[in-house]
C-alpha cells in the first residue's frame, strides 16, 4: 500500500524557545529563520531515519488488500487508525469504522490489522486507511537523541549560514551517529 501525507504535525519536536536556547538568540528578529531551520531538521532526520517523528495524519493506499494478514506501516509508528473507506467501481465509497483495525506496534515497524476486509469494486486505489503517525503527540514523546540531532542541526546550518555546507550536503556524522540507533533498516 501506498503511504500519503493528509496533514503534518501541528508541532514540531523542538519548540522555537529550545532552538533559540541552543543558538544563544535574544529577541524575535530571526525566529522565522530559525523556525524554518526546525521544519528543515525535522523533515530531513525523518527521511534519515525512514519515520515520522511527531503525531501526524496519514493515509495507505491500495488497489486490494494484500494477501497476508496483516498491512505494514513502514513511514511511521502507528499511534492509531481513524478509519477506512473502500470503493466502489462507480467510484462511491462505504466506510471502515476505526474499530474494525487492531494495530501491532510491537515489533517494528507498525502492522494494522483489518478485522473486516470488503472487497474493492474499483481496481486502482479501492481501499483506503487513515491513521495517526509518530512517537506520539507531544515533543517530549521524540526520543531526547533524536531531539538532540535536530538542535546540533539547527545550530550547524545557523552557524553556516551562506557558506558551501547546508541541507542539500546531507547529514553529518556525528549527527548521524545520533540517529543511527533509531534508523529503519530496509532489506
Same mark, same amino acid.
Given at each position: 500500500?501506498?503511504?500519503?501525507? /493528509?496533514?503534518?504535525?501541528? $508541532?514540531?519536536? /523542538?519548540?522555537?524557545?529550545?532552538?533559540?536556547?541552543?543558538?544563544?538568540?535574544?529577541?524575535?528578529a530571526e525566529d522565522d529563520?530559525?523556525?524554518?531551520?526546525? /521544519?528543515? +531538521?525535522r523533515l530531513m /532526520?525523518? +527521511?534519515?531515519?525512514?519515520?515520522?517523528?511527531?503525531?501526524q495524519n496519514w493515509r495507505l493506499i491500495g488497489d486490494r488488500w494484500p494477501s497476508e494478514n496483516a498491512v505494514t506501516v513502514k513511514v511511521g509508528r502507528v499511534l492509531g487508525v481513524t478509519g477506512g473507506r473502500t470503493f466502489a467501481a462507480s467510484g462511491a465509497s462505504t466506510p471502515i469504522p476505526a474499530a474494525s483495525f487492531e494495530v501491532y506496534r510491537d515489533p517494528e515497524p507498525s502492522r494494522i490489522v483489518p478485522l473486516e !476486509?470488503?472487497?474493492?469494486g474499483r481496481a486502482l486505489s479501492?481501499?483506503?486507511i487513515d491513521m495517526r503517525l509518530g512517537f506520539g503527540?507531544? +515533543?517530549?514523546?521524540v526520543p531526547e537523541t533524536i531531539r538532540?540531532? $535536530?538542535?546540533?542541526?539547527?545550530?550547524?546550518?545557523?552557524?553556516? !549560514?551562506?557558506d558551501?555546507?547546508?541541507?542539500? +550536503?546531507?547529514?553529518?556524522?556525528?549527527?548521524?551517529?545520533l540517529l543511527k540507533p533509531w534508523r529503519r533498516v530496509r532489506l
Open positions: 500500500m501506498i503511504p500519503m501525507l /493528509v496533514d503534518g504535525p501541528a $508541532i514540531e519536536p /523542538v519548540t522555537l524557545a529550545d532552538a533559540k536556547t541552543w543558538l544563544r538568540l535574544d529577541g524575535p529563520l530559525v523556525r524554518a531551520l526546525i /521544519v528543515a +531538521a /532526520v525523518e +527521511a534519515e531515519i525512514g519515520q515520522v517523528l511527531i503525531g !476486509r470488503p472487497m474493492p479501492g481501499i483506503e503527540e507531544a +515533543a517530549a514523546d538532540l540531532a $535536530i538542535r546540533r542541526l539547527i545550530l550547524l546550518w545557523y552557524d553556516e !549560514r551562506g558551501s555546507a547546508g541541507p542539500e +550536503a546531507g547529514l553529518p556524522p556525528q549527527i548521524r551517529a
